[in-house]
């Protein structure tokens, strides 16, 4: 039963890191999760002040994630179809690999903003704000996740 726990785990660490980048998944949660399961096998014993400050990251930073494109679309002017057009070319994005990831929100912003208002120097400057805000959740997510398997391996390794 361990290694069944154990494998649930290292599952959940591994879809809660790809969660970071697929809008679909919510890494930080799924990363915890993890490591809550991995705490009721025999392989790791993790504090519970550890369990608290970690779920309260992995909350922060999902709310954060919510906020901060929606900010960095709206800092630089930029309208619903801007933020539509980002959410669109992401998923456009991920069947283009890591550059596609990355180039895709700021793309479909673009592309947004232009059908919302027939202006270039605009629509670039709210494809900017998307990426940027896109990418500073993507970061957080990211560092919250990383997180989490760094305590997940020093739960396994000690």
Not at 106 to 117: H, N, Q, R, S, T
Request: glycine share 14%; with cysteine.
């Amino acid at each position: 039963m361990d290694y069944l726990l154990l494998a649930i785990a290292t599952i959940l660490m591994i879809v809660g890191i790809a969660g970071c980048l697929l809008p679909v998944l919510p890494g930080p949660p799924l990363s915890y999760l993890g490591l809550v399961v991995l705490h009721f096998s025999r392989f790791a014993d993790i504090s519970r002040n550890l369990f608290i400050i970690l779920a309260v990251v992995a909350v922060v930073v999902t709310v954060i994630d919510y906020i901060v494109p929606i900010w960095g679309t709206r800092r630089f002017g930029g309208s619903k179809y801007g933020m539509r057009g980002a959410t669109v070319g992401l998923i456009i994005g991920l069947f283009l690999g890591p550059f596609g990831i990355i180039i895709g929100p700021f793309i479909g912003a673009v592309v947004g903003e232009l059908i919302f208002k027939d202006d270039v120097k605009y629509a670039l400057k709210a494809g900017f704000g998307s990426l940027l805000g896109f990418l500073t959740g993507v970061g957080l997510k990211l560092a919250a996740s990383l997180l989490m398997t760094f305590y997940f391996v020093r739960a396994l390794i000690a």
